[in-house]
């Protein structure tokens, strides 16, 4: 019997808890009726999505998942959230109706991920021409500060102007009590 070290079982173990982090917040994101608890879903979500990373020796992309997930996004979410008006009134939507909403929902999941899959298994991959960078922080930051920095500046401008019209829009709907 082929027996494996100690250290496999603990590396299968770590991999798993992060790929069940991701599922588990991914459900609760989309299964709960409540959003503050579908944002702390994302939010957990997300934290599994950085372990993944870093357990794939990307520890930058790791720390970015972190601060602009987790950070960023999330954290305007439950901004959005707070200045939203409170008293919204309830929508009337019956069970059976939720349920089929549902069922369509993974069906349509469920044919996009098989249409993907088939399609990249279809293709014949060939490797790239030229070297791979290596993902270390250093060639990622003179990426971003040379090829890509004026695609860098542009998304920075635009989240910019989105939080601040997000912002503009949400408050003069408060009541002004």
Same mark, same amino acid.
């Given at each position: 019997?082929?027996? *494996?070290?100690?250290?496999?079982?603990?590396?299968?173990?770590?991999?798993?808890?992060?790929?069940? $982090?991701?599922?588990?917040?991914? #459900?609760?994101?989309?299964?709960?009726?409540?959003?503050?608890?579908?944002?702390?879903?994302?939010?957990?979500?997300?934290?599994?999505?950085?372990?993944?990373?870093?357990?794939?020796?990307?520890?930058?992309?790791? #720390? /970015? =998942?972190?601060?602009?997930?987790?950070?960023?996004?999330?954290?305007?979410?439950?901004?959005?959230?707070?200045?939203?008006?409170?008293? &919204?009134?309830?929508? &009337? =939507?019956?069970?059976?109706?939720?349920?089929?909403?549902?069922?369509?929902?993974?069906?349509?999941?469920?044919?996009?991920?098989?249409?993907?899959?088939?399609?990249?298994?279809?293709?014949?991959? $060939? +490797? +790239?021409?030229? @070297?791979?960078?290596?993902?270390?922080?250093?060639?990622?930051?003179?990426?971003? *500060? $040379?090829?890509?920095? /004026?695609?860098? =500046?542009?998304?920075? !401008?635009?989240? *910019?102007?989105?939080?601040?019209?997000? !912002?503009?829009?949400?408050? @003069?709907?408060?009541?002004?009590?």
């Amino acid at each position: 019997m082929n027996s *494996l070290p100690i250290s496999d079982y603990i590396v299968a173990g770590i991999f798993y808890f992060c790929v069940a $982090t991701t599922v588990g917040g991914a #459900l609760v994101a989309v299964l709960t009726t409540r959003i503050i608890r579908s944002v702390c879903g994302l939010m957990i979500c997300c934290l599994g999505v950085a372990g993944l990373y870093y357990f794939l020796h990307s520890p930058f992309l790791a #720390l /970015m =998942e972190i601060l602009i997930y987790i950070g960023a996004v999330c954290v305007t979410i439950m901004f959005a959230v707070m200045l939203a008006e409170p008293d &919204e009134p309830a929508r &009337e =939507e019956s069970r059976g109706a939720a349920i089929l909403g549902g069922v369509v929902a993974l069906a349509m999941g469920a044919v996009i991920c098989w249409g993907l899959s088939r399609l990249s298994l279809a293709q014949k991959w $060939t +490797p +790239p021409a030229a @070297p791979v960078n290596d993902g270390s922080v250093k060639a990622i930051g003179t990426s971003l *500060l $040379t090829t890509y920095s /004026m695609a860098f =500046e542009l998304i920075s !401008l635009v989240l *910019l102007v989105a939080i601040i019209g997000a !912002l503009v829009i949400a408050r @003069p709907g408060r009541n002004q009590s």
